[in-house]
C-alpha cells in the first residue's frame, strides 16, 4: 500500500477512509492506526458528550507516540464537509459532534483532544476541574492526596465530584456546575480557596508556585488553569506518551494510595467501562443540583 493511499474500512457501521491502518502508533504495545479507530468508535458514547459543542484543540503526532507533535487549533483546509466549526478569536476551531468527526481526527493522528471549560456560545463555565500536577509520576500519591483533601472539604460543602488520571502523571478532580448560571471570577474564588486550603494544610506537599524549578518536589495544585482560553484533556482521551495512557475516569473507590496511572491503558478501557461502568456516567444530571450558590456566599463574605 502507498504511503498516502486510503482504505475504505467500515467501523461501527460508518465507512472510514483510513490512510495506513496498519502504521505502528504505539509499537511498544502493536497498537496500530486501526486498533486506534476502533476504540474511538467504541468509546465514543462516553467521550462524544464532553466534545459536545467545544471548540477543540488537538495535539497530533505524525510519527506515532514520542517526542515530535504539534498542535492543531484551527481546522485545516482539507477538512471534509462534515466536520463542524465554530469561529473564536479569528480561529476557526473543530467541533467535534460526532462519530464521524472522531474518526476523521482518529486518521489524522489526534492523540489528544483537550477541551475548555465552557460550551460554545455561553461565557459561563460548565465545570470546575482542579489540575493536580505531582513533580514526577514517582510522586503521584501527591496528587491521591490532594484529591482526597478536595474530595472532603466538597462533601462537606454538599458539592458532588468526579475524579480521572490526567493520562500522564496527575489527578484532575472535576466539580460540575449548572449551565449559564457562574462566572469563570466566581469559579475562581472556589479554586483559590481550595488550593489555600490544601497548602495551609499540607505545606511539605503542595504548592501553587507557577515555575517549576522553584517548586522542589511537591505537587502543584494548579488553581490558575481553571479559566477562560484554557483547556484540558477531555475524559477518555488517550496520551501520546509510550504507554498509550488514557486520562481516565475513576470511581470514588479507586481513589487510594494503590493508585497508578499505569493501570490504564487504551487496550484496557472499553473492557473496564463494560465491566465496572462509566464513573462518569452521571456528570450531566449532577449538574443542575450542585449547591455552588451558598458556597460563592460563603466566599464573598469572607472577602475571599
Known amino acids: 500500500m502507498g504511503k498516502n493511499s486510503q482504505q475504505e474500512v467500515m467501523i461501527n457501521g460508518i465507512k472510514v477512509g483510513i490512510t495506513s491502518p496498519d502504521k505502528p502508533l504505539w509499537p511498544k504495545l502493536g497498537i496500530m492506526k486501526l486498533h486506534y479507530l476502533e476504540y474511538l468508535a467504541?468509546?465514543?458514547?462516553?467521550?462524544?458528550?464532553?466534545?459536545?459543542?467545544?471548540?477543540?484543540?488537538?495535539i497530533r503526532y505524525p510519527h506515532g507516540a514520542g517526542d515530535?507533535?504539534?498542535?492543531?487549533k484551527n481546522c485545516p483546509d482539507y477538512a471534509p464537509d462534515f466536520v463542524?466549526?465554530?469561529?473564536?478569536e479569528g480561529i476557526h476551531y473543530i467541533v467535534c459532534n460526532n462519530l464521524q468527526t472522531l474518526l476523521w481526527l482518529g486518521n489524522q493522528l489526534a492523540f489528544e483532544l483537550h477541551i475548555p471549560f465552557r460550551k460554545n456560545e455561553t461565557a459561563h463555565p460548565s465545570e470546575i476541574v482542579m489540575d493536580l500536577d505531582?513533580?514526577?509520576?514517582?510522586?503521584?500519591?501527591?496528587?491521591?492526596?490532594?484529591?482526597?483533601?478536595?474530595?472532603?472539604?466538597?462533601?462537606?460543602?454538599?458539592?458532588?465530584?468526579?475524579?480521572?488520571?490526567s493520562g500522564n502523571k496527575g489527578l484532575q478532580v472535576y466539580i460540575p456546575l449548572p449551565e449559564s448560571r457562574f462566572t469563570f471570577d466566581d469559579t475562581r474564588k472556589f479554586t483559590q480557596f481550595l488550593a489555600q486550603y490544601l497548602i495551609t494544610k499540607e505545606p511539605q506537599w503542595f504548592t501553587i508556585e507557577r515555575l517549576k524549578k522553584n517548586r522542589g518536589n511537591k505537587c502543584y495544585i494548579d488553581f490558575i488553569q481553571h479559566a477562560e482560553g484554557k483547556t484540558i484533556i477531555a475524559p477518555y482521551s488517550v496520551r501520546g506518551n509510550e504507554e498509550a495512557l488514557v486520562a481516565?475516569?475513576?470511581?470514588?473507590?479507586?481513589?487510594?494510595?494503590?493508585?497508578?496511572?499505569?493501570?490504564f491503558p487504551l487496550p484496557l478501557i472499553h473492557q473496564r467501562?463494560?465491566?465496572?461502568?462509566?464513573?462518569?456516567?452521571?456528570?450531566?444530571?449532577?449538574?443542575?443540583?450542585?449547591?455552588?450558590?451558598?458556597?460563592?456566599d460563603w466566599l464573598n463574605e469572607q472577602g475571599l
Open 42 to 58: 467504541k468509546m465514543a458514547p462516553f467521550l462524544l458528550p464532553f466534545l459536545q459543542d467545544r471548540a477543540l484543540t488537538v
Open 68 to 72: 515530535e507533535r504539534f498542535y492543531q
Open 84 to 88: 463542524e466549526t465554530v469561529l473564536e
Open 134 to 165: 505531582p513533580p514526577s509520576r514517582d510522586d503521584f500519591i501527591l496528587s491521591v492526596e490532594a484529591a482526597l483533601l478536595i474530595q472532603e472539604v466538597c462533601d462537606r460543602l454538599k458539592l458532588k465530584t468526579f475524579i480521572k488520571t
Open 248 to 263: 481516565t475516569p475513576i470511581h470514588p473507590q479507586e481513589l487510594t494510595h494503590d493508585l497508578r496511572p499505569e493501570a
Open 273 to 296: 467501562v463494560t465491566e465496572a461502568g462509566n464513573p462518569f456516567a452521571d456528570f450531566e444530571k449532577a449538574k443542575a443540583g450542585q449547591p455552588f450558590s451558598p458556597v460563592l
